[in-house]
């Protein structure tokens, strides 16, 4: 995998993009995002699925989206939920 180096903006201009694309199923959004060398891995791997290249990951998530009706997506930050010790 290729890594380049990006400055803080750019790496949130690029998460925002994809988030802004997975939540609506815009598969040629995430197409353009994704380089050649992409691999998507299924989590837990206990799953057993093996890595997919970008082809088999973009229509992975069309199965994921097509079983999940291409309902938008509500993306939630839940670090702020999470019980401290301190909250005690």
């Known amino acids: 995998m290729t890594v380049a180096k990006a400055s803080s903006s ?3 201009a690029t998460v925002t993009q994809f988030y802004e694309a997975i939540t609506v199923w815009d598969f040629d959004a995430l197409e353009k995002l994704f380089s050649e060398d992409y691999e998507h891995k299924t989590l837990p791997a206990s799953a ?3 890595p997919k290249n970008k082809q ?3 229509e992975y998530a069309k199965a994921v989206g097509g079983s999940l009706g291409f309902t938008k997506l509500n993306v939630r930050d839940q670090r702020s939920t999470i019980a401290r010790a301190s909250d005690f």
């Open 48 to 50: 057993n699925d093996p």
């Open 56 to 58: 088999q990951g973009i």
């Open 10 to 12: 750019q790496v949130n």
